[in-house]
C-alpha cells in the first residue's frame, strides 16, 4: 500500500475468503517489518509505530476473527483509522507488558497518568504525545491501563529536523515513578520517515 494512503476505505478490505487464502503471508509481512517499529523503553514498555499497514492488517485480523460483517467493519474503521498516521505525525501504540498478573497490577496502579508524561525529543524540541480516543486511560483509583494510543504532531521544522541524518531523536517517558529514554536509531529513523508526506 502506497506511503500516502491515510485512511482505510471500505473497499480497501478484502472479502474474507480472499483475506483467508492470504493470511499468513500478510501477517508474515507484518512480522518482518514489525521489527523497524518496535521500540523498548525501560523494563516495561514496548512502542509500536503504527502505519496504514499495521492498522489495514488490525482490520482484516478483527473482521476475520470475530466475522462481524459490514456492520463490524465500520466500527473496526472508526477504532483504527485515527491511529494511521496523517502525514504531519507519527502514531504509536504503547503496551506496558508485565508478565505477573500481580505485579502488573502493582506497577499499573503506580504509573497513573503516565500518558501525560511521553514525549519525542528532536534535537532540542520535544513533541508531547496526544491520546487518541475519548476513553479515559487512568481510572479513579490513579490505575493506568497496560495499553494507550498516541499521536505526535509534528511542526515542518520538526520533520524537516527528523529528515536530518544526525540529529538525536529520542522516546522519552518521564513519570515520577517510570523515568526512561530510548535512543530511535538510524533503521528505524528511515522506516519512520515513511509516515511523513
Sequence with gaps: ????????????????????????????AR?????????????YATILFESYDSMWLQVQEMLYIE???????????AAYNPMIPDGTELTATMMLEIEDAGQRARVLATLGRIEDHVAIRIGPDRIAARPVGEEERTNASGKTSAVHF???????????????????????IDHPNYGHI???GDAMRAELLKDFA
Design 67 to 77: 466475522k462481524g460483517g459490514d456492520e463490524q467493519l465500520a466500527d473496526e474503521l
Design 150 to 172: 498516541f499521536r505526535f504532531p509534528f511542526s515542518p521544522s520538526q520533520i524537516a529536523a527528523f529528515r536530518e541524518p544526525g540529529t538525536p531523536i529520542l522516546f522519552e
Design 182 to 184: 530510548a535512543i530511535v
Design 1 to 28: 500500500m502506497p506511503a500516502s494512503k491515510r485512511r482505510i476505505e471500505p473497499n480497501d478490505i478484502l472479502p474474507a475468503r480472499d483475506y483467508a487464502a492470504h493470511r499468513k503471508d500478510y501477517r508474515a
Design 31 to 43: 512480522m518482518a517489518n514489525k521489527p523497524k517499529r518496535t521500540l523498548h523503553v525501560g523494563p
